[in-house]
């Protein structure tokens, strides 16, 4: 029987949880793009970073991190990564319904992520998102790695209307005058997991 899949605002726990037990192929996409992998190091750095993150939980248990932060005016880095439980058709109705309201709300037009190479779940995942493949990054990975950059276009997409607290948040960050040079950035590539986090 399925256990049924919950999507909330991310905690330190569900972080590590998450990054202890990362599969197979979102580890190698992290590793390629950050000094280390460490939990404890990686829930601290992406606490800091996020404007947007949501830890998906199946049953109890979190199995998924997806989120995004601003680069600059207008451009957002996103990502997803998770556990073998990671709950792929939940989190494309969340990004859907919730996430892409939020970052039009914010002032985004587009919302980017780099991909390893060899993560055709990721590219699948993304597509499915309607996002597209931009470019080939050659050598963007810490050991040379090639990566594919994929974008999602925001500008004239029609969404459901965002929840009242992420309206909030997102107003709060369109109004800021904050630069992104004085904004917590990932150390490394960006990712926002799959993306440029971390991703999916």
């Known amino acids: 029987m399925n256990s049924a ?5 991310t905690s330190p726990d569900a972080l590590r949880h998450v990054f202890a037990n990362l599969r197979e192929c979102d580890r190698a996409e992290l590793d390629a793009t950050n000094y280390s992998l460490d939990p404890d190091e990686q829930t601290e750095r992406l606490m800091g970073l996020a404007t947007f993150q949501f830890a998906a939980y199946v049953g109890e248990t979190p199995a998924a991190i997806i989120g995004a932060w601003p680069r600059w005016p207008g451009v957002w880095g996103a990502y997803a990564f998770g556990t073998d439980e990671f ?4 989190l494309t109705k969340f990004a859907h319904r919730v996430m892409v309201p939020a970052l039009l709300e914010a002032g985004a037009h587009r919302a980017e ?19 597209k493949r931009e470019a080939i990054l050659r050598g963007y990975g810490k050991n040379r790695e090639t990566f594919y950059l994929y974008a999602l276009h925001l500008d004239n997409r029609t969404c459901a209307k ?13 109004r800021t ?22 991703s999916s």
């Open 87 to 90: 709950p792929g058709r939940s």
């Open 162 to 174: 965002t929840p009242p607290t992420i309206r909030a948040r997102a107003a709060s960050t369109s």
């Open 177 to 198: 005058d904050e630069r992104p040079s004085e904004r917590a950035l990932p150390r490394t590539g960006d990712r926002g997991g799959s993306r440029e986090a971390p």
């Open 5 to 9: 899949v919950r999507v909330k605002d």
């Open 113 to 131: 992520c780099a991909s390893l190479w060899s993560h055709w779940r990721s590219h699948q995942w993304l597509e499915r998102l309607g996002a």
